[in-house]
């Protein structure tokens, strides 16, 4: 396993018929924050009844075609190019739903040549795909079964090595699972008997990851991201390492992790020992709260990190991570007309920037890093959807980035945004969150716009200032576990292990399982 590489991609990016024409656009967008990207061509639309009512369909066979055809050939383009000047692999794909008794399913080809089949079951549709040179991944499978929820008794690894257990959608882990499935309330509400841990006690191997769902923006922070373990960064190679289920899935943070049983790694099979040594190593993008060990679905062992690391006394030069978020602003009901903004700004520190990870949801974003201990950034906000366009993201606020530095515990990092700087000790940032508020921007707007800038209280300005918040920062004690254990026995014909990690902000990762049979 140390001679794979850790690769980042989202393999959920829906792309309709009116945005055919925008697949560079969130090529450039995926290229920047990704290994690998798919296009997940959407051939569905809101047909419209003589009564008014809108239904979900298909479009007729000579658009999807057509469009289908776009895909294949911009593919094709990528697939030339990548490897060079920072271009990026991507898989030609689309999504399947049929008559929804068998769930939805993205379909990718590691070939630019495959052909978009719409059988209503999916038995017709394995059939119909080549064997190795295709796969069906289910998405939100926890949804009602016989409604495009997951139906398990059809399914067929062979086609479906493994299955997005967390998207836009929210988790789909099982039926009462710690993270919602609420955004698209009429599709829900989540339920029992089709979710991903439904799946693997049922006895289906399955690897997990997660991804989007989106149809506005690729690879959107928040919504879900898959790693893989590879060889190296070919479509040849990344497709290897997927039929080997050597994936796992975020929520967001691109959270690494290595999880193994002896020299068996996750998605790989190994027959029963005596006893059975777990290691599992995790680098973090804000501290680790706890890791669980989970056996054929429910959690055998824990390690709580959380407690262990922070009255550790810091002296001298010190390794950190911290994330800075930009967004908020003045409130639509009140200024209709400003739904964006755009900033420019800039880091500084006096030890060594080591990271820095893009936390982005929309498109406008910049980052400019050529020296050790600086970067430059110009970013863009937004108060609406990017798109408006059906199905479009929810109301998108912020964008930020991680700074990984190392810096001696009493030094400073110098932060400038829109011209104004702004200084804070390494000290300051590890021991608490803090918060720059625009707040005489936003008292000017209102005297200009409603003649309103003095009251006894400050809700009006401080509610519509645009705002940086400095999540306390974590030192590397904090954001990087190894922890062994062991277990022994076993409690079914075939076992399954797999681990699930937590951060201290929510964010969460999930490895593909481990099966012992």
């Known amino acids: 396993m140390d001679k794979q590489k850790l690769l980042w991609g989202d393999l959920h990016s829906n792309i ?14 995926a290229k920047e924050v990704t290994d690998f990207w798919a296009v997940a061509y959407y051939p569905y639309f809101m047909r419209k009844l003589d009564s008014g009512l809108g239904i979900e369909d298909i479009y007729d066979k000579d658009i999807r075609e057509k469009d289908w055809e776009e895909v294949l050939e911009f593919c094709r383009e990528k697939s030339s190019m990548a490897g060079k000047d920072g271009n990026i692999p991507v898989f030609a794909g689309y999504e399947w739903q049929g008559s929804g008794l068998d769930g939805d399913h993205n379909v990718f080809f590691l070939g630019d040549d495959g052909e978009l089949f719409n059988p209503l079951r999916y038995e017709e549709l394995c059939n119909m795909l080549p064997l190795g040179e295709a796969i069906a991944i289910p998405h939100h499978p926890a949804y009602a079964l016989g409604s495009r929820g997951k139906n398990w008794k059809t399914h067929n690894s062979d086609y479906s090595p493994f299955i997005e257990i967390f998207s836009s959608h929210g988790s789909s882990e099982s039926g009462y699972t710690d993270r919602h499935m609420q955004r698209h309330i009429h599709m829900g509400p989540r339920t029992g008997g089709t979710s991903v841990f439904d799946g693997l006690t049922g006895g289906n191997e399955v690897g997990i990851i997660a991804s989007g769902d989106n149809h506005s923006v690729p690879a959107m922070y928040g919504h879900g991201l898959m790693a893989c373990y590879a060889e190296d960064n070919t479509k040849e190679k990344i497709w290897e390492a997927m039929l080997k289920k050597h994936v796992y899935g975020v929520t967001g943070n691109k959270i690494k992790l290595k999880y193994n049983i002896g020299d068996a790694m996750m998605g790989d099979k190994i027959s029963e020992r005596p006893s059975y040594n777990h290691v599992v190593e995790t680098e973090a993008g804000d501290a680790v709260d706890r890791i669980e060990l989970i056996r054929n679905g429910i ?9 262990t690391w922070e009255e550790k006394k810091i002296t001298g030069e010190v390794t950190f991570k911290f994330r800075a978020e930009f967004g908020w602003g003045p409130d639509l009901r009140i200024y209709p007309d400003i739904t964006t903004k755009k900033w420019s700004g800039s880091l500084e520190t006096s030890g060594e920037i080591i990271s820095i990870e893009k936390c982005w949801t929309s498109y406008g974003q910049k980052l400019f890093w050529e020296e ?9 906000t937004h108060k609406t959807s990017q798109s408006g366009k059906w199905m479009g993201p929810s109301p998108v606020t912020s964008e930020s980035f991680i700074f990984e530095i190392k ?3 009493d030094s400073d990092i110098i932060m400038t945004v829109d011209g ?3 200084t804070y000790s390494v000290r300051s940032i590890l021991e608490n969150t ?6 005489d921007e936003a008292r000017k707007l209102s005297k200009e716009r409603f003649g309103f800038d003095e009251f006894y209280r400050n809700d009006n300005f401080h509610h519509n200032a645009y705002k940086v918040l400095l999540h ?6 904090g954001y990087k576990v190894h922890w062994e254990t062991a277990t022994s026995g076993k409690k079914k014909e075939k076992d399954f292990y797999m681990v699930k990690v937590f951060q201290r902000d929510g964010n969460i990762a999930w490895s593909s399982p481990i099966w012992v049979e």
């Open 472 to 477: 306390r920062g974590t030192p590397e004690d």
């Open 434 to 439: 803090q918060l720059i508020s625009f707040e």
């Open 407 to 409: 810096a001696d515990i």
């Open 16 to 29: 309709h018929h009116n945005q055919i024409d925008e697949m560079e656009k969130w090529y450039e967008f």
């Open 299 to 307: 959690i055998e062992k824990v390690h709580t990190h959380s407690g």
């Open 420 to 422: 104004k700087t702004f």
């Open 372 to 380: 050790k201990n600086k970067c430059e950034f110009e970013l863009t």
